[in-house]
Nanobody, 122 residues
Framework: QVQLVESGGGLVQAGGSLRLSCVAS????????MGWFRQAPGKERDFVAA???????YYADSVKGRHTISRDNAKNTVYLQMNSLKPEDTAVYYC????????????????WGQGTQVTVSS
């Protein structure tokens, strides 16, 4: 069992920055691939970024070059640094953990956080 808790969401103006954090507890954190997803009202949950145990990173085209995912295994924490934010980035952001790289590639994550709201004003 893995529990994930996101934090760092809030209101920011377009062009600003925000850093989301996700703290994991339970099983060994370093064994999991971690990802960030987001969901806007009335829309599907979309992939944002992922990072493997070996720190390989992957990004959605919509955020590539603006967002950076990282992890600190000593702190059991994964981060999403969001720069040059746009109004279309407004969504609830979810942290997720995948037991295997195969599951990560298939976007089949095993554990999810409760989400944190990010609102970007014009």
């Amino acid at each position: 069992q893995v529990q994930l808790v996101e934090s760092g969401g809030g209101l920011v103006q377009a062009g600003g920055s925000l850093r989301l954090s996700c703290v994991a507890s339970g099983r060994t954190f370093s064994n999991y691939a971690m990802g960030w997803f987001r969901q806007a009202p009335g829309k599907e949950r979309d992939f944002v970024a992922a990072i493997t145990w070996s720190r390989s990173t992957y990004y959605a085209d919509s955020v590539k070059g603006r967002h950076t995912i990282s992890r600190d295994n000593a702190k059991n924490t994964v981060y999403l640094q969001m720069n040059s934010l746009k109004p279309e980035d407004t969504a609830v952001y979810y942290c997720a953990a995948a037991k295997t790289a195969q599951a990560m590639r298939a976007r089949r994550y095993d554990y999810w956080g409760q989400g944190t709201q990010v609102t970007v004003s014009s």
